[in-house]
């Protein structure tokens, strides 16, 4: 590795001491601030007198831990498919991951349930918490193996900030849908990851380009990740809506889309692949497009059909996004986007913002009856119309643009600070500069590594 | 492989293609048959005036999500054992499945919740379909890595509408209990698959033989599919179930039974095998026996002793059906069975449905008091006898033998359709017949693991 | 192996012979002993006339499942890191899970729910069964890869029993307050195992040295298990504790707590590693210190500031504890912990138990309110004093160390029974000696197991 053993040194500091002064500095915050909200703390829920089966968290806990799977389990295996970045995939995802929940704790209870001096937390910050680290980890897979893990948590730190301005302008200034956040999520950490990788561009990297592909078993553990976040997804997006048929149609709406975007996924794959074959990227991603699609939409009545057009849509610009615009975007727009954030969350969640529009704006009192209060309770009290809903939907996406591409442009130079940890062009997907990995000392040789190389030759 | 190139060329098209079709005529049945039900659409819901609590999702959701895993992950994983064939077990079961909840929201909507002109959709649509995918994939098991992903949407095609079907026969014409599917899942899927094999029979097929057998980290993909079906299975056999005791029921006694089936596959897989070692084969899949013999029972009055029982002697049967009878299968009688589904899921499901014939035969009014009304609705009202009860159990059994006979035999004469692409007898169980696999390109000429060794040196 | 063949043929039986005379014993035991309880019995709960959504399964049935993927994924998987104990660490956690639920259901079952004779089970005794299951698997990691699957099972016969004396001295007669079990499961559980494998020591063990680490892909498995223990863990703490705020608030406190804990074992991890690089033996076990460090004080009022401050220090003890206690251990004090249980489970524990004493010191009507009734009705019915509290829950620690001291000598005097199979100093941490392990055979020679058995060879 690059730099003088002084250097080096006291470059490896920068972590544990990054980490020690985030880890401080929330404590004393969530110490100053944050207390149980009235479903949480003893004292407040017995003098309500409520019925213990009212309590929030039977509503929302399931769903919250199909949340928590998708972004550890999910978002953490799914990174896995680099042939030798499978420690710092799930490694940097869990790290990054923890820091986020806290301090999107802190940054959301601000903007969202700050009251008297408190923020107040409960079942709905800890979903809260889970969606803005989901931000976080996409814009992470358009930087994958190019960063080190203190620039990941400054990243992290900036984003939190971002997302939760954002979100705040959006849900509660523009009064945006958004439930499972195609905009606030998906559109916001795609571009955000994307300016920033742009901003981060190596001309050099193809000194690591024998280490960007993956090998058959990180495919396989790759498969993982994709199948938890494919059959979560419908908890992903039903996790923050209101109770009942709310919740209940989102998971619906959202299920059947999985299904279209997984079919065109395989059609797509097959017709643009090599003889015929399918291309394991495309169905770890492509076929997901189909839960981001209908983020903004998959609680208002966009019936199954709806779903299924969605999905299908999503899957093929999905898949040949991988297949035509990758290469483009590296090329001519000096982009670098490991996981193709750009096809699975950038384009379908712009698509799925449009698809908003498009489904606010045909609201009608008769559609949703009554329950039209709880998803656009600006047109039940009639200040607003369907259109100007749809308008304010697309405005909120335009927002989320510029917040996405100045956080983006932000977040670069902050990562570009000279004296930050960053690997050499020529370590970039490398386990081995941030971690032990078996196998790789001297007295080793004659180990557990040199074996499966025997095999291999064998 | 073989063929000509321009021939080879048009079969490649065939998977596209049918991915495309199949979508679209499902979309366009969507569109004019599917509708929300009362529980999820926003007008309907409201218009009853429930509370939120009550809505099914609250009560049934959870369980779907876990029988949900079982499909995805556990099916998928469980398939991954073979050494060279873990893109396709995962990636075909993905692909199956997306298109098999599709069209059984259709056939099973036909047959259960068909009113004015419409299919009716909510959570228990939702479970529905993925029951009815379990069985596709279990037929799948029987003829894994000797057809390809064509064939196979091919067969889900033919299998869903012959589940829906016998499913119609047995819970509405002959008012026979199966909820956790002993006789329609697990015995229809065995029997259809395997009847279906056989009419595939590849006298040529030790060509791939070398294929067959896993290696040691495949074995390991392979128990986390065995592990999330074991865990999950008291959800699967709860799913459908009334609700209160029924589902808690159930689920307890599914419990039970498998932790039998697991101490039985242990003990005769040890008792069978070379020195007293214990065979993976059994492990990943007998052990599992103990889900599927309680699956007409586990709703009733089984006992925890029952259940123990039960499941003891499943787990004893499958796994000597594995060492003594899948060769005699195979050489006797022409039946190919991949993952010796005959073991799992054949003779457990006829077992589970006679033990239903012989839980319900013994039912009484004492035994069931006021919950005798939801599960044998019949006798409470005295329009049955426990006797008749029994003989109808019995009589399911032998009408689904029979479906799913016949519906293998079709399904084995429409896959061998000569235009369809199937892989040669000496590429079975190869993913790059369908995959691009990482490290078959020129620079990777010496096969796909010498990439990993290149690897290794570098 | 070690032995003449006919010595060897009579200890191959132990294993099937153990199995069936165990699952035998539990059977005949269920049939006299366990009944369904009032709500999982149909003519029970129908004559108490209660409305479904009252029934216990819809409050604690998702945190039960939850558990359940802890016990068997979480545990299962975490122990897979070794390169060549993968089918043993997860089919042996199998294998003893099972057991220990049939055990456990009736050993808890007599302390705690005997009435009239009979054991009365449903979903609380399934939560229990598993929460003793966990510290049999605790245990398990001490003497991962030195004991044979007979004589984990006798370990597992005399754990279970002990578990359920120790708990109902804790909970019943001091009426201890330990929801999570930082006493009763992990620190029990942990020094149950480090007296049996300090009893078991063997002075020979670095025959085997060669095999004690882990490769690439194992490290990644482990990996599986660690990120599903940590994203359930707040479903553990939680599934026993009352309903409403109780299982609100332990479940926020643990997610907290876990945060804390990732984050300073990646600080305390990157700075006692060479170069300042991550150990993954750090982040798979000390990140998860976070979840047993609150389990006794999860349900009181800890405070989010509390959960994070607990967190911090578990995993900065637990880290420094591999770094530089582990080693000692084993050359001081002849203690060969394999998995390290004593920096996940014994040192979190006996802290957690310390942050139980302090927060139930604490304790005053003012910050409980009515609450203090549910969490601890001593105090509430004026019958303790918060002091008298704390000191009764610093005994309960004490108590818990002697019941695993005393249980751990002799549970290793046991399993020292010299006609026991255990496998010899230079085939400890081997799957071969147990597993019929894929390309060991010669007709396979050129196949891609055949490194690994030149591996094993060398």
Not at 96 to 111: D, I
Not at 236 to 248: C, D, E, I, K, R
Not at 332 to 361: E, I, R, S, Y
Not at 423 to 430: A, F, G, M, T
């Amino acid at each position: 590795m690059a730099g003088s053993p002084r250097r080096t040194a006291g470059r490896r500091l920068q972590l544990p001491l990054l980490c020690l002064l985030l880890q401080g500095a929330t404590a004393i915050l969530f110490a100053v601030f944050v207390r149980y909200n009235h479903e949480t703390d003893a004292a407040l829920w017995h003098w309500h007198n409520h019925s213990n089966a009212d309590n929030e968290f039977y509503f929302r806990y399931p769903s919250f831990q199909d949340v928590h799977t998708m972004i550890f389990v999910g978002f953490g295996f799914l990174m896995v498919f680099l042939q030798r970045y499978g420690f710092s995939s799930v490694g940097f995802t869990f790290l990054s991951a923890a820091f986020a929940l806290q301090w999107s704790t802190l940054v959301q209870g601000f903007f969202h349930s700050f009251h008297h001096g408190h923020i107040h937390v409960g079942v709905e910050s800890m979903i809260d918490a889970d969606f803005c680290t989901g931000a976080v980890l996409i814009s992470f897979g358009a930087i994958l193996g190019k960063t080190g893990p203190a620039q990941l948590l400054l990243m992290a730190l900036l984003e939190v900030v971002l997302f939760g301005l954002n979100e705040f302008v959006l849900l509660r200034l523009l009064r945006v849908k958004d439930a499972g956040g195609s905009m606030t999520i998906h559109a916001f950490g795609a571009y955000f990851g994307l300016v920033l990788s742009r901003v981060l561009y190596r001309p050099q990297l193809e000194k690591s380009k024998h280490r960007q592909g993956s090998v058959y078993h990180s495919d396989l553990f790759a498969m993982i990740g994709t199948i938890f976040l494919w059959i979560f997804w419908p908890s992903f997006n039903s996790a923050p809506t209101t109770l009942g048929n709310g919740q209940h149609r989102s998971a619906l709406n959202t299920y059947y889309s999985l299904t279209a975007s997984t079919l065109s996924t395989f059609a797509l794959s097959a017709l643009v692949g090599r003889d015929g074959r399918l291309d394991m990227v495309h169905i770890q991603n492509a076929a997901l497009a189909g839960g981001v699609v209908v983020g903004t939409s998959a609680e208002m009545m966009l019936t199954p059909f709806g779903a299924l057009v969605a999905g299908f849509l999503a899957g093929t610009v999905s898949t040949l996004g991988y297949k035509f615009f990758t290469p483009t975007l590296e090329s001519k727009l000096k982009v670098q986007d490991t996981c193709g954030v750009h096809n699975l969350h950038g384009m379908p969640g712009v698509l799925g913002a449009l698809l908003g529009v498009l489904v606010a704006g045909l609201a009608t009192h008769e559609a949703y009856g009554d329950g039209l209060e709880s998803v656009f309770p600006l047109l039940a009290k009639g200040q607003r119309s369907a259109t100007s809903q749809a308008m304010h939907q697309l405005f909120g996406l335009f927002v989320t643009l510029i917040f996405a591409s100045v956080g983006g442009s932000l977040g670069g130079l902050l990562l570009r600070l000279p004296f930050l940890d960053s690997p050499p062009d020529s370590q970039c997907y490398e386990d081995q500069v941030y971690w032990e990995v078996p196998g790789e000392h001297e007295d080793l040789a004659q180990g557990p590594l040199r074996a499966e190389e025997l095999e291999t030759r064998a």
